[in-house]
């Protein structure tokens, strides 16, 4: 029952929040969105990743370094060596690499740089043609890894800001990649 506009109601009105903008959204939220069981990373199965992300996000300092090494190993071995798993962990990495929480970063963000820079599988294509006869294409893989950073390349001004310098410093390096 509602009651005259000059009393007071005991009913719930639900006011809606003032827009800002930004989406407000729980950190790696669409991590299930990607079908992890079906893609591949350097050990096999990639279903390990979102585990390893979520590592990352909500770590202690020594977990998500830890967890984001073996990630690293899983996504872009060697720091240049990227997997199918690779473009699919992207976006989530720059996630993270924007999170104030997150402890390790300025790592996250050099390990965007290492996956900008990729260039193995096209360097072995290029003397070895056959490999992009494959099914399994680690060329293709390796350029949509590489277009998975730079689709996100919007983020580079605000950490490029960031207060630590290990961050800043890190993104720099990471746009320089990127500009190449």
Known sequence: MRTAPDQPSNERTSQPEPTTGVARTTPLMALSRVPWGEIQDSTGCATAIPLLLNSVAWGDPETAASALADLRRRICQYGFV????????????????????????????????????ARQWESTAAVYPKLLNHRENPVVWERRARQAVRAKSGALERLMADGDSDIAHATTELARTLDE
């Open 82 to 117: 990227v997997e199918q798993a690779t473009a699919a962990t992207v976006p989530f990495l720059w996630e993270l690499a924007q999170l104030p929480q997150v402890t390790c970063r300025a790592e996250i963000i050099q390990l965007l740089r290492s996956i900008a820079g």
